[in-house]
Structures are given as structure tokens and as C-alpha cells.
């Protein structure tokens, strides 16, 4: 059972590049969010999703874009990547009405 | 808003000895609370939740925690640190919607080191 399998581990970005984070969980969970963690601030919520075809902002979502058109992926894109977007992002997900989240490894960006 | 304080930036404890990390939390609701560990280079694992019913919960790694309504806190303790506990906690609150799933608002966490 692998879980919440996040791809890549590392990046390095260019300013102004793009990019897509992947995310996938295999435990059926509705229920799928990305964060992001940076020193000091702990983890904040970028974007969320309650299922497929469904998503909504969260915390600090501008430069993100997310998209669900499945139960398992959650991708978060990077549309034109800045210095202030450097930091690790963390997949999470978990059934709907309240469950335990399950994070993924992370994944550490740093723009250049 | 909801909101969640870790007032200890950093703590260090003895191995043996006993340990406590303060989380406060702001919430409009009966929250429902959990406390997440994170070693280094790791993802989060769940040490304990709390959701409703005994205030008192018991969690993984001999870890507990108490809830107490009247102070809005959710102080994690363990009664004798081990090396291997050294890590960062983090103290969070989920908001739950009502269209399902749990956003869940972190502390700033607090960093823990074990003396041999």
C-alpha cells in the first residue's frame, strides 16, 4: 500500500518557468489538499479538493493552479515559477467528514 | 478564522525525561484536533487526534494528549523521552466541510532535542 506518492522529491526552477507537482494517493480518499511549509510558518493550505471535478483555494493559492479529473491525482502546476515559490510542498489526503490526513514524502523546490 | 498557537519554538529535554508541548488553538466550533511528528526530510505522521468524547487521548510512540475546553488547549506530553523523538511537532485544527474532507490550520510547530 504505498499511500500518498509524491513526484519529484527535488526541483530545482528557473524564475519563470513552469511546472507540475504530481500527487497520488491510492486509498480512495474524496478528500485531497496541497500545503506548503515553509521555516517558522508551518504548513499553510494552497488549494483542496473534495472529489473529482472539484476544487477550491485555500490559504495562499495565487501562482497555483490544481485540477481533479480523477479520484487518485491531484496535480499542482506552477505557472510561472518565482523566488518567494521556494519551498516544500506536501500532498495530503484523507476520507471526507473529518479523517486522519496522510501526507506525502515531499516534494523541495527551490527557484532561481 | 481559526487558528493554532505553539508558543515553544524550541525545546530541549534529557532522554527520561518527561515532556510537554503547548498548543492553543482558536475555533468557533467543537474542534476536532490532531498532533502530526516530522522528522527530518520526512513527511507527517500522526501521533493522535482528537475528535470528541474522553478528553484524554492516547496515541502512537507513548505520546498523549488532554483537550481541555475552558484553556483552548491541546498540550501533547509523553512521560519519558527516548533520543529517537527528537523531531518537529506540529498542533493542528481541522475545519470540517460540510461538503466533506478536513482543512486542517497548523501551528508553527515546535522543535524538540533530545540531550543524551
Known amino acids: 500500500n504505498a499511500g500518498v506518492t509524491q513526484t519529484p522529491k527535488f526541483q530545482v526552477l528557473k524564475t519563470g518557468q513552469s511546472m507540475t507537482l504530481q500527487c497520488a494517493q491510492d486509498m480512495n480518499h474524496e478528500y485531497m489538499s496541497w500545503y506548503r511549509q515553509d521555516p517558522g510558518m508551518g504548513l499553510r493550505l494552497i488549494h483542496y479538493s473534495v472529489g473529482a471535478g472539484i476544487t477550491d483555494q485555500g490559504e495562499v493559492p495565487n501562482g497555483y493552479n490544481v485540477s481533479r479529473s480523477t479520484t487518485e491525482d491531484f496535480p499542482l502546476r506552477l505557472l510561472s515559477a518565482a523566488p518567494s515559490q521556494t519551498s516544500v510542498y506536501f500532498c495530503?489526503?484523507?476520507?471526507?467528514?473529518?479523517?486522519?490526513?496522510?501526507f506525502g514524502q515531499g516534494t523541495r523546490l527551490t527557484v532561481v | 478564522a481559526q487558528s493554532v498557537t505553539q508558543p515553544d519554538i524550541h525545546i530541549t529535554v534529557s532522554e527520561g525525561a518527561s515532556l510537554e508541548l503547548r498548543c492553543n488553538y482558536s475555533y468557533g466550533a467543537t474542534p476536532y484536533l490532531f498532533w502530526y511528528v516530522q522528522s527530518p526530510g520526512q513527511g507527517l505522521q500522526l501521533l493522535l487526534k482528537y475528535f470528541s468524547g474522553d478528553t484524554l487521548v492516547q496515541g502512537i510512540k507513548g505520546f498523549e494528549a488532554e483537550f481541555k475546553r475552558s484553556q483552548s488547549s491541546f498540550n501533547l506530553r509523553k512521560p519519558s523521552v527516548h533520543w529517537s523523538d527528537a523531531a518537529e511537532y506540529f498542533c493542528a485544527v481541522a475545519n470540517i466541510l460540510t461538503g466533506g474532507g478536513n482543512k486542517l490550520t497548523f501551528g508553527t510547530g515546535t522543535q524538540l532535542k533530545v540531550e543524551l
Open positions: 495530503a489526503s484523507s476520507y471526507a467528514g473529518g479523517g486522519e490526513a496522510f
